[in-house]
Structure formats: C-alpha cells, structure tokens
C-alpha cells in the first residue's frame, strides 16, 4: 500500500488500482481477504478490558471493511469514511451525525425521493424542523438562515430534474454561521467531483450505484472532512452500521474498474443525446454536461466528467399513455429503479409531491435514462423502435 503522502501524488486511476489493499499484509494476495466474522478473540484479559488490540467486534469493523473505507477516505481527501448499507442509510446516517433536537436542517428541493420521505417522517419525530431551498438560491440561501439551522443538505446535480447548485458558494455561507453542509454526490462519484474540496463537510455516495457498478449489492458510503469526522465515527458505532463482508468486497471490486466504466457510461451517454436531441418527438434534455443545459458552467467548473444518468422532455401535449407506450416499447431498457450498473434503464419522471419550494409541472411527461455499457447504436435503434411505437 502507498503511503498517504505519496498516494497524494498519484493521478485518480492509479489510486483507484491501489487504494484500500496491501498485498503483503495478507500473504501476497492482491485483494483483501473477504471475513466473515463476529467475535473476536483476545489473547488476555488485560487486553480485553483496555480493548487494547485493533479489532474487538465484527460491528466496529474488520479487514474488509477497512480495506473499503481506507479506499474511500483516499479517493475522497477525507479525514475519515464509513460504510453503511444502502445509499438512504448512507444520508440518514450522515445528517443524524449533525442535528439534534431543537435545530433546523435545510434540504435541497430536487433531492432525491427517499431523502425527503426521511426528512419528512422521521426527523420531525425527533425534534428537528425540516425546510426545503430552490436549488439555485447559492449564496442567498444565507436568508433562509435562523439561529437554529445546523444543517444543509445538498444534491449536485438534483434527482430527476438535474439542477445544478453552486456548492462552494452555499458552503461558504453555512460554513459563516458553523452549519455542516452535506452532498450526495452519487451521480458524479469521487471520481468526477471532489465535494470536501468544494467546502462540503460530508460527502455521500450510494455505493449501489457506480461504486458496485454491477447491480448485483447495496452499499453507501459517507466521507468527512476533520470537522464532521468525529460525529459520524460515534453515531456510526452507536448505531450499529455494519454491512455483510461479501457485499463489501463487490463494493471493492467495483471500485477498481470505476473509471473506466464511468469514461463508456459518459460516451455512450453523450452520443444517444446527441442523437435524442433531434427527434421531433422530444422537447428537451436534462443533463448538465451538455452546453445547452442551464447547469453547465456550474458542472464544468465543479465536475471533470458526468455519468449514465439523464432525462428527456416530451412536448407539451403528451399524455401519459403515450409515455407509457413508449416504455413498454423498450427491449434494451429495463424498467426498474435505481440505475450506476451495466445495463440501461428507463423510468417515467413522476414530480407529485416532490417538490414544494420551486414550481414544477406535475402533469408534464419525462423520462429518466440510465445509458449502461451497451453499444450506444444498439440502443439508439430501441430508441427509434419505442418511439414510434409511441408516436406514429
């Protein structure tokens, strides 16, 4: 294993090879040994009291695990990273590190559905008042601010609809009144964007998605700066996060192909778009890499890459039947939630209820795409079929 110094050093693909593994710790073997464990023996008495050996309970960690973490904590720039096992866990786990009863936590409108559902139902069961910001506000979100306000919690680029937020600047305005800022970061990974480098102090990934890459394992993740690390670190204890030894390791060995894997899910991405954005029967796009999009020169300053995950607009005038005729139409799209894996997916936008601090059209018809590793050609002609199947 690299040093942390020298790791510094090295481009991202190299530390995506190396991070997290030290062959020589484990008999020469190049990945880390896959333990299934729960009790850990102690050679004496005075050492199991002291707790004075590096693992004492399979819940507080093991060789996998931090082989997985280790990774993560590098990629990130981090001061430390946990795992938790599923994404939502992830962001459930990162904001119950930093509120408290009685504080006022501030969310991103776009966020993603099963975030909000969380904030909704539960963190108001326990003291905490919830409130939504458009996200374009940037540094005005500062007038949403109240004495209260220990929290935000931003998505770059937004669940669904894309938008892009200006993350240095909100985090500089939380960062003037002690508020930790949160980012779920999983549409452009470590790899494409560095939030903690931003000025976010907990940077979340569901790991399900591209980390995983394979859809076949849940997993999240959560790195933070200095600041952050040493909330998360207790309330992950406390709470008894821990995930199975073989999911971590497909969570491993996801992450050594990430880059590659994500360099296709962008071509191919780029060139359906291309394509797509010339069909009479499309109106618009929703993916901040393309010059057109309004969050473009955010995610250029802040992104070196953009991922699998898009969405395109119907024209005004499009029933619901028709977007559903197109779908069924699909033959190299599956229909399924989630998306990060190999395989191309499809799911219509619904926005009904999921939105209260920006307007948006809850009768408009859009589609979600996940463009996987397949040949772009071959998925452009499902494309062609599925639409005309829609639309004459």
Not at 48 to 55: D, E, K, R
Not at 246 to 273: M, Y
């Amino acid at each position: 294993m690299t040093s942390s110094n020298s790791s510094s050093r090295l481009k991202p693909d190299t530390r995506l090879a190396h991070s997290g593994r030290d062959p020589q710790s484990f008999h020469g073997f190049v990945n880390p040994p896959v333990v299934h464990a729960s009790t850990v023996l102690y050679p004496d008495s005075q050492t199991l009291v002291t707790g004075g050996q590096t693992y004492s309970y399979a819940r507080r960690g093991n060789p996998t695990t931090d082989s997985l973490e280790d990774a993560i904590k590098e990629m990130e720039g981090a001061a430390g990273a946990k795992i938790a096992n599923s994404g939502l866990n992830a962001i459930a786990l990162a904001i119950l590190s930093c509120v408290k009863a009685g504080d006022h936590i501030l969310i991103v409108d776009t966020a993603y559905g099963p975030t909000r559902h969380f904030a909704d139902t539960v963190l108001p069961n326990f003291g905490v008042s919830v409130e939504y910001f458009d996200p374009h506000l940037g540094s005005d979100i500062k007038s949403l601010f109240r004495p209260e306000t220990t929290a935000v919690f931003t998505e770059s680029p937004g669940s669904l609809t894309f938008e892009m937020q200006d993350i240095p600047a909100i985090s500089a305005a939380a960062h003037e009144i002690g508020a930790t800022v949160l980012m779920d970061n999983t549409w452009a990974t470590s790899l494409y964007c560095q939030p903690l480098a931003l000025g976010v102090d907990l940077s979340i990934q569901a790991g399900t998605k591209y980390i995983v890459g394979h859809s076949d394992a849940m997993l999240g993740v959560v790195a933070a700066n200095e600041k952050a690390w040493k909330g998360l670190n207790a309330v992950h204890g406390a709470m008894g996060s821990h995930v199975a030894p073989d999911d971590i390791f497909l969570g491993l060995r996801g992450l050594r192909t990430l880059s590659v894997r994500l360099e296709r899910h962008q071509k191919n991405t780029l060139t359906v778009l291309d394509w797509l954005k010339d069909q009479s029967s499309v109106g618009s796009i929703s993916y901040p890499a393309l010059p057109t999009d309004p969050g473009y020169e955010i995610w250029k300053r802040d992104c070196s890459g953009s991922s699998g995950l898009c969405a395109f607009h119907f024209p005004d005038g499009t029933s619901q039947d028709q977007t559903h005729a197109f779908l069924d139409a699909l033959q190299l799209f599956g229909l399924g939630y989630s998306w990060g894996g190999f395989e191309s997916l499809a799911i219509p936008v619904r926005l009904k209820g999921m939105r209260s601090a920006t307007p948006v059209s809850e009768t408009a018809q859009s589609v979600r795409l996940h463009i996987g590793l397949e040949d772009p050609e071959d998925l452009i002609r499902d494309l062609v079929q599925a639409l005309k199947k829609a639309f004459g």
